[in-house]
């Protein structure tokens, strides 16, 4: 079966670092996508990954390892309109969207 | 990005009612447009995949006869909810996107069934 694994919950600090885990098993790839929730409101898009590595825009990174099945999306200096969902999506051979359950990021100060 | 617009944002009706939602791609044609539904805490779930002047395809346990979606146009595409019940209260949302690209999202809409 098709599967995205992501943690449902992390904290982090007002200015620091923090790193989301997502790491997927479908049939087929054709990239993968991370989304920002904010409660109520509808998904909006964040990054898009096909090939192995980096990409960086501004505060947010996303990095794919296609081999490992892996990627991570990296927020720096945290701000409190960071919190949010963050949801992983992956496209299969298919080009359909494989959605995680997301992870809740909650921002202390 | 692209902009979608999904309208209404927030719809009340009675039990036994219809309502439609609307799904617009204001810059760009969307050659396949998808309808979701999410409840709250819960992940986003694909209702249904429709591609411009085809029948729509939907996800297993989706009632296409509740569910009645129409993508008329390249720029349009419409979802009914039929006869709706409280527990079809969810919020509803659409997306888009031309060849292989990223969806753009709608707002969502937000449904109460009374």
């Known amino acids: 079966g098709q599967n995205i694994d992501q943690p449902t919950e992390m904290t982090a600090t007002e200015g620091a670092i923090v790193q989301i885990n997502c790491t997927y098993q479908t049939s087929g790839f054709n990239g993968l996508f991370w989304y920002q929730q904010h409660a109520g409101e509808a998904p909006t898009f964040l990054s898009y990954n096909v090939l192995d590595g980096l990409e960086e825009k501004g505060r947010f990174s996303s990095f794919l390892s296609r081999s490992k099945g892996y990627s991570y999306l990296l927020l720096k200096e945290l701000q409190m309109k960071d919190s949010a969902s963050y949801l992983c999506a992956v496209m299969d051979s298919n080009y359909q969207l494989i959605w995680g359950a997301g992870t809740k990021l909650i921002i202390k100060p | 990005g692209a902009v979608v617009s999904q309208h209404p944002s927030r719809v009340i009706c009675k039990s036994g009612t219809s309502v439609k939602i609307e799904c617009r791609s204001l810059d760009f044609q969307a050659t396949t447009m998808f309808w979701y539904r999410q409840f709250p805490k819960q992940s986003l779930m694909l209702m249904a995949t429709?591609?411009?002047?085809?029948?729509?395809?939907?996800e297993q346990g989706v009632e296409k006869d509740k569910f009645l979606i129409n993508h008329a146009s390249l720029t349009l595409s419409t979802l009914t909810v039929t006869s709706a019940h409280p527990e079809d209260s969810s919020f509803y949302i659409c997306s888009a996107r031309t060849g292989d690209t990223e969806a753009f999202f709608g707002q969502g809409t937000r449904l109460t069934v009374v």
């Open positions: 429709s591609n411009e002047g085809s029948k729509a395809t939907y």
